[in-house]
């Protein structure tokens, strides 16, 4: 009897370790979307956001005040500038992005 109790024991720890690195592995998309908003040149800088999929349009009024280099180690894929807008490719972390960002700005 005593063997199973440490294969409980064993089992709940590795449990809770695997609960552990799941939620250090988790985004925190509330941090995330302000340093967005940052490397946007702050939220008075953008006129309009919007999400199609996996892209996030911007519509900003100085794109020369924009840090890509920070934007792609915030984890875009792929930048695409046109005029004053930013077409931001972020894959599945779009949405999430754009809601919290509406709520900031």
């Keep these: ?5 440490q294969y409980i024991i064993i089992v709940m720890v590795l449990i809770i370790i ?3 690195i799941i939620k250090l592995m988790k985004k925190d998309f509330s941090v995330e979307a302000n340093k967005l ?3 946007l040149g702050g939220k008075d800088n953008i ?10 349009k911007v519509l900003l009024k100085d794109i020369s005040i924009v840090d890509k280099d920070a ?3 915030l ?7 046109i005029d004053n807008q930013l077409k931001i490719i972020f894959g599945k972390d779009a949405r999430q ?5 509406d709520d900031i700005i």
Excluded: D, H, P, T
């Excluded at 992005?97 to 960002?101: A, E, N, P």
């Design 37 to 39: 908003i940052n490397y």
């Design 71 to 73: 934007i792609q180690k």
């Design 47 to 56: 006129i309009n956001a919007e999400c199609n999929m996996s892209r996030f």
């Design 97 to 101: 992005l754009k809601k919290y960002i």
């Design 75 to 81: 984890g875009a894929k792929g930048i695409v500038e």
């Design 18 to 20: 695997s609960l552990v």
């Design 1 to 5: 009897m005593n063997i199973w109790l």
